[in-house]
Each structure stands twice: as structure tokens, then as C-alpha cells.
């Protein structure tokens, strides 16, 4: 559809501020831009209009964000941009593993019973729930940028409580604390480095965080081996996170703010000096998209406008279709997979096998050096294979992995029951840490249009952190009234099946897409997709069936 043609682009793409280019949009204009169907405009008024704001840039002395000047080329700079923010997935998982070690230590150090454990180590996504719920107004009121220092300060503070801690009732508060800012970090990162980086890089990326909490699991491994014979070892254990979460405080002011949430506050000049040394104008798309950001944003503030924007969720059936499909992706299908129960009581489970704790604690490592390992290959899958693709061909690895774990429980002998459990839990491990890992995250990025975004990632990380809760918080009163056979097998393993099906159905394909072009795909009715999955699953299969894998991944 023609929208505009290219003698008018140039009162489309006026330069002034949104709260002044807000009048020209009509109902007309509004529905096809929400619909997703964009505008073709002659590449000249695009270069014309980014050569008038290179002038004001010039003129306004605004100077690059402090590490842009030491890269020349944005694909260099997204790169550093995206592991510096992913800091913020590190602290994720090293306190994951550092936890799991010192929750051998704790109990007798500080003389406290296992229902208490069990809520130093489960009350810390509580905390995070607690982040998730203020990462819609922190992010809108702060940007993405200094929401994630905010979280960093929180996580310092939490750090150094539960370090310095001689009583339940200053270590308790202390993990809450630090579980708030791992809340506010697991919604804004994503949404960080999917507003900055070009669609062809998106989901390696967002990936990029999932990556990093696997690598700080697996860190926090090594942390707690070289501390464990150490006088005061759970102490040293968790205060040495403060030296991560200091390093994201100062990197941070380094980088600059989103390019979408500066657009939004009316900083039209900020967001083109940012969208040039994070994705450069080379290419007539990224010419293109940056255009199509600005009339998006400006659009979606005009809708946002004197309403309660969270109602949309329910409203607009584009909105609760997105919704409804990252849930069931994030809650079920990451979540509700049992993750959690393994890392978070890894050292435990080792125990349970028959270990030693010092013994249970090394072993852990081979657990987080797996993770981090599989988690590497989704920053090139994400984007080659796609979100969908990927996470329903490595699925049935997860249940393979489930059953193997849990009938591990099982054996008899010590040897067996080790040897299979490891099998069991490296199994899960590559599957999930592929998939089930980074795709959630990359998925909740990017499917929310711009005014909904930080609510979108709010939810996110709700469904992150309260599928955390429970399934670590009472998972040892789940182990004994289920057994760790049924917890594993059949518990688990039966939810990742139910939410396999559902994402079979009704979950459509994003790579490739814009976040503006990911509008138009939500706009179709869900019979629509689950017609559209179920076409290409048939075609899938029976290129399987002859064989034929090169044309499996076309599909996607």
C-alpha cells in the first residue's frame, strides 16, 4: 500500500520535536502505521533529512557517548554496548551458583533450620518480583540506561548485606534486596540492547544476556570452589559480587541512553547521535527504520495519551496476543521448566547423590561450564534458525534431559546414580540453554510496540522471577511430596510438553522483522497463525521424512 508519496515525505519527516510533529498524524495514517504496513520513500529525502540533523549536531557541540569515540565501525560498538549492559546477566547467574554453594555453609554458621534456608535462598526472587513490578516506571521516569545503574547501586547494597551478615534477620533482607535489582536488571537489559542494535543482530544480541547469566553460573562456580576452603568461605562466596556489579555501575556511564526511549522524551538530535555509532545510516534500511521508529514512536505517544496505556493488554487484541504467547514462552516454557530447581540447589542435588559438600560443590562446575558452553551457539542460531525454529527442534531435548534427571533418583548405587543424574542434567542443560534460555527474552524485546515495551519486559520479568519463587522456594517440599522422580519427569517434564504444543500452534515467527514490522504479524487473528503454523509443521515434516534438512530451517 502507497501511504505517502515521496513529494510529501519531506512533511513526514519533519526534524522539529515530536510534541510538534504529533498534528499530522490522521486516522488514515495512524491505522496503517499500527497495522505495520510502511510507506516507500525515495532514499533521497531520507539523506536529505540526516544530512539537516548532521548539521544540527555539529551546530548543538553535542560530543559521541564516551566509549562510541573508540569505535569507529557500530557493529564494534553494539557488540561492547551489549556485553557491558549484559554485565547485568552475569550478576544473574553468578549469584545463582554462589547461593547454591553457600547454602551448604549457612545454615550451620549462622545455626539456622532448613524452612530458613529455604527462604534465604526462594525470598530472593521474591525481591525480584518486587524489580519487576518498578521496571516500567523506573525505565520510563529514568531511561533504560540509568535504570540499570539504579539496579546496580540496589544489587551493591544487597551484596554487601548479606557479605557482612551475622543473623538471619540481616541476611534475609539483604538477598531481597539484591533479588529487587536482579528483577530490575532481567526486564531492562533486554529491552536495552534490542532498542540499539540492527534487526540482522537483534536476537544473537539479546542472546548475548542469556549468555552472560550462563557464564556468571558457571563463574560462580569457580568462585565458590577457590572460597570453599576458606575460613569464612559463604561470606567471601557472596561479597565477591560486588566487584560485577561495581563494574556495570562505572561501565554504564560510558554508554549511551536507548534510541527509541529518546525519541520518546522528545530528543529527536540525541537518538540520531546514538542510531549513528550504534547502527550507522549506510544502508537505505537502517535509513529507513529510522525514520519509521520516529512516525512509529510519535503514533504510539498519540494513542498513549490522557488513558491508562496498561489497559491495552486487554484492549487492543494485538497486544494481548503477544502477551499471551511471551507468558506462556517466558513462565512455561523457560521457567516452569525447572531450571531454577537445578541451579539454584545444583550443590544439594550433587549432595543428594551421595557427594560430600566440598565434593558437591566442585562438581557443580561441570553443571555451569555446560550452560555457558550451550548458550553460545544461540547467539549465531537466533537469528539464522529463528526464535520459533529454534526452540521447538531442541524442546524434546529438554524432556529427554527431564526424564533422565529425574529417574536418576532411582538407582541404587552410588557410581549409577551420579553417572546418570550428570547424564540427565548436561542433557537438559544443552537443550535448554539454546533455546528455552535466551528465547524468551528475545522474544519479550521485541514483540511490544515502543509505548508498551516497558510494561511488556515488566511483565517479562515477573513471570521470570515468580516462576523462579516456585519453583525454588518450596521445591524441597515438592521433592518430598512428589519425590525428585515426579518433580523432574513428570511435574516438569509434563509442563514443558503442554507449552511445546501451545508454542507449536500459536507462536509466529519474528526473525528478520523489525520492532515496528512485528506490529503487522500481531495484527493477524490467532486462528490465522495456528493455520500458518500448522501448514508449515506438515511442510516441516515431510521434508524431515524425506530427508530433505536443508529445506527444514527455510521454513522458519
Same mark, same amino acid.
Given at each position: 500500500?502507497?501511504?505517502?508519496?515521496?513529494?510529501?515525505?519531506?512533511?513526514?519527516?519533519?526534524?522539529?520535536?515530536?510534541?510538534?510533529?504529533?498534528?499530522?498524524?490522521?486516522?488514515?495514517?495512524?491505522?496503517?502505521?499500527?497495522?505495520?504496513?510502511?510507506?516507500?520513500?525515495?532514499?533521497?529525502?531520507?539523506?536529505?533529512?540526516?544530512?539537516?540533523?548532521?548539521?544540527?549536531?555539529?551546530?548543538?557541540?553535542?560530543?559521541?557517548?564516551?566509549?562510541?569515540?573508540? @569505535?569507529?565501525?557500530?557493529?564494534?560498538?553494539?557488540?561492547?554496548?551489549?556485553?557491558?549492559?549484559?554485565?547485568?546477566?552475569?550478576?544473574?547467574?553468578?549469584?545463582?551458583?554462589?547461593?547454591?554453594?553457600?547454602?551448604?555453609?549457612?545454615?550451620?554458621?549462622?545455626?539456622?533450620?532448613?524452612?530458613?534456608?529455604?527462604?534465604?535462598?526462594?525470598?530472593?526472587?521474591?525481591?525480584?518480583?518486587?524489580?519487576?513490578?518498578?521496571?516500567?516506571?523506573? &525505565?520510563?521516569?529514568?531511561?533504560?540506561?540509568?535504570?540499570?545503574?539504579?539496579?546496580?547501586?540496589?544489587?551493591?547494597?544487597?551484596?554487601?548485606?548479606?557479605?557482612?551478615?551475622?543473623?538471619?534477620?540481616?541476611?534475609?533482607?539483604?538477598?531481597?534486596?539484591?533479588?529487587?535489582?536482579?528483577?530490575?536488571?532481567?526486564?531492562?537489559?533486554?529491552?536495552?540492547?534490542?532498542?540499539?542494535?540492527?534487526?540482522?543482530?537483534?536476537? !544473537?544480541?539479546?542472546?548475548?544476556?542469556?549468555?552472560?547469566?550462563?557464564? !556468571?553460573?558457571?563463574?560462580?562456580?569457580?568462585?565458590?570452589?577457590?572460597?570453599?576452603?576458606?575460613?569464612? &568461605?559463604?561470606?567471601?562466596?557472596?561479597?565477591?559480587?560486588?566487584?560485577?556489579?561495581?563494574?556495570?555501575?562505572?561501565? =554504564? @556511564?560510558?554508554?549511551?541512553?536507548?534510541?527509541?526511549?529518546? =525519541?520518546?522524551?522528545?530528543?529527536?538530535?540525541?537518538?540520531?547521535?546514538?542510531?549513528?555509532?550504534?547502527?550507522?545510516?549506510?544502508?537505505?534500511?537502517?535509513?529507513?527504520?529510522?525514520?519509521?521508529?520516529?512516525?512509529?514512536?510519535?503514533?504510539?505517544?498519540?494513542?498513549?495519551?490522557?488513558?491508562?496505556?496498561?489497559?491495552?493488554?486487554?484492549?487492543?487484541?494485538?497486544?494481548?496476543?503477544?502477551?499471551?504467547?511471551?507468558?506462556?514462552?517466558?513462565?512455561?516454557?523457560?521457567?516452569?521448566?525447572?531450571? &531454577?530447581?537445578?541451579?539454584?540447589?545444583?550443590?544439594?542435588?550433587?549432595?543428594?547423590?551421595?557427594?560430600?559438600?566440598?565434593?558437591?560443590?566442585?562438581?557443580?562446575?561441570?553443571?555451569?561450564?555446560?550452560?555457558?558452553?550451550?548458550?553460545?551457539?544461540?547467539?549465531?542460531?537466533?537469528?539464522?534458525?529463528?526464535?520459533?525454529?529454534?526452540?521447538?527442534?531442541?524442546?524434546?531435548?529438554?524432556?529427554?534431559?527431564?526424564?533422565?534427571?529425574?529417574?536418576?533418583?532411582?538407582?541404587?548405587?552410588?557410581?549409577?546414580?551420579?553417572?546418570?543424574?550428570?547424564?540427565?542434567?548436561?542433557?537438559?542443560?544443552?537443550?535448554?540453554?539454546?533455546?528455552?534460555?535466551?528465547?524468551?527474552?528475545?522474544?519479550?524485546?521485541?514483540?511490544?510496540?515502543?509505548?508498551?515495551?516497558?510494561?511488556?519486559?515488566?511483565?517479562?520479568?515477573?513471570?521470570?522471577?515468580? !516462576?523462579?519463587?516456585?519453583?525454588?522456594?518450596?521445591?524441597?517440599?515438592?521433592?518430598?511430596? =512428589?519425590?525428585?522422580?515426579?518433580?523432574?519427569? !513428570?511435574?516438569?517434564?509434563?509442563?514443558?510438553?503442554?507449552?511445546?504444543?501451545?508454542?507449536?500452534?500459536?507462536?509466529?515467527?519474528?526473525?528478520?522483522?523489525?520492532?515496528?514490522?512485528?506490529?503487522?504479524?500481531?495484527?493477524?487473528?490467532?486462528?490465522?497463525?495456528?493455520?500458518? &503454523?500448522?501448514?508449515?509443521?506438515?511442510?516441516?515434516?515431510?521434508?524431515?521424512?524425506?530427508?530433505?534438512?536443508?529445506?527444514?530451517?527455510?521454513?522458519?
Amino acid at each position: 500500500m502507497e501511504v505517502q508519496q515521496a513529494t510529501e515525505t519531506s512533511e513526514i519527516f519533519s526534524h522539529e520535536q515530536p510534541s510538534q510533529d504529533k498534528d499530522k498524524f490522521d486516522e488514515t495514517e495512524a491505522h496503517i502505521i499500527d497495522a505495520g504496513v510502511y510507506f516507500e520513500a525515495d532514499d533521497a529525502k531520507f539523506k536529505e533529512e540526516l544530512e539537516q540533523l548532521e548539521r544540527e549536531l555539529m551546530q548543538s557541540g553535542k560530543k559521541p557517548y564516551f566509549a562510541a569515540r573508540f @569505535f569507529k565501525e557500530p557493529k564494534k560498538f553494539i557488540w561492547f554496548l551489549a556485553s557491558l549492559a549484559s554485565i547485568g546477566g552475569f550478576l544473574f547467574g553468578v549469584d545463582q551458583s554462589l547461593i547454591s554453594g553457600a547454602s551448604l555453609y549457612i545454615p550451620s554458621d549462622l545455626h539456622i533450620d532448613s524452612s530458613r534456608m529455604s527462604m534465604i535462598v526462594g525470598f530472593t526472587p521474591l525481591g525480584a518480583i518486587f524489580g519487576a513490578l518498578i521496571i516500567m516506571p523506573t &525505565n520510563d521516569l529514568f531511561g533504560r540506561k540509568y535504570a540499570i545503574v539504579i539496579a546496580s547501586i540496589l544489587f551493591t547494597v544487597g551484596a554487601i548485606l548479606e557479605a557482612d551478615a551475622h543473623s538471619f534477620g540481616v541476611l534475609l533482607p539483604g538477598r531481597m534486596i539484591l533479588g529487587s535489582a536482579l528483577g530490575l536488571l532481567s526486564g531492562t537489559v533486554p529491552a536495552y540492547i534490542a532498542e540499539n542494535c540492527a534487526v540482522r543482530w537483534r536476537g !544473537g544480541l539479546v542472546s548475548l544476556y542469556q549468555c552472560m547469566v550462563a557464564f !556468571g553460573v558457571m563463574c560462580g562456580y569457580i568462585i565458590a570452589a577457590i572460597f570453599d576452603g576458606v575460613s569464612g &568461605n559463604w561470606r567471601w562466596m557472596l561479597g565477591s559480587s560486588l566487584l560485577f556489579s561495581t563494574i556495570l555501575f562505572f561501565g =554504564m @556511564f560510558t554508554l549511551p541512553e536507548s534510541t527509541r526511549w529518546l =525519541m520518546r522524551k522528545g530528543r529527536k538530535l540525541d537518538s540520531f547521535l546514538v542510531w549513528k555509532h550504534a547502527r550507522g545510516f549506510d544502508t537505505y534500511e537502517e535509513r529507513k527504520e529510522f525514520f519509521v521508529m520516529e512516525r512509529v514512536v510519535l503514533y504510539e505517544l498519540e494513542q498513549a495519551r490522557n488513558r491508562l496505556v496498561l489497559l491495552d493488554f486487554l484492549r487492543r487484541p494485538r497486544c494481548l496476543r503477544a502477551l499471551i504467547v511471551a507468558v506462556i514462552y517466558q513462565l512455561g516454557g523457560q521457567q516452569m521448566s525447572g531450571v &531454577n530447581s537445578i541451579e539454584y540447589y545444583q550443590a544439594s542435588l550433587m549432595e543428594e547423590t551421595g557427594l560430600t559438600a566440598q565434593k558437591a560443590v566442585n562438581s557443580s562446575l561441570i553443571g555451569g561450564g555446560v550452560m555457558f558452553l550451550s548458550t553460545i551457539p544461540a547467539i549465531y542460531l537466533m537469528d539464522r534458525l529463528g526464535r520459533r525454529s529454534l526452540t521447538l527442534t531442541l524442546i524434546p531435548g529438554v524432556c529427554i534431559g527431564l526424564f533422565i534427571t529425574g529417574f536418576s533418583f532411582q538407582a541404587t548405587a552410588l557410581g549409577v546414580r551420579l553417572g546418570i543424574y550428570l547424564w540427565g542434567m548436561i542433557t537438559y542443560t544443552i537443550f535448554w540453554s539454546s533455546g528455552l534460555g535466551p528465547g524468551p527474552w528475545v522474544f519479550a524485546s521485541e514483540v511490544y510496540p515502543t509505548y508498551l515495551r516497558s510494561y511488556g519486559v515488566s511483565i517479562a520479568a515477573l513471570c521470570d522471577w515468580t !516462576g523462579t519463587f516456585i519453583t525454588t522456594y518450596p521445591f524441597k517440599q515438592m521433592s518430598e511430596a =512428589m519425590t525428585s522422580t515426579g518433580v523432574f519427569a !513428570g511435574f516438569y517434564c509434563g509442563i514443558v510438553i503442554l507449552v511445546g504444543i501451545l508454542l507449536l500452534l500459536f507462536m509466529p515467527e519474528t526473525k528478520n522483522l523489525t520492532l515496528e514490522e512485528i506490529n503487522e504479524v500481531f495484527e493477524r487473528p490467532a486462528m490465522e497463525t495456528m493455520k500458518i &503454523n500448522w501448514r508449515s509443521t506438515k511442510e516441516t515434516w515431510h521434508h524431515l521424512l524425506h530427508f530433505q534438512f536443508d529445506q527444514v530451517w527455510k521454513l522458519s
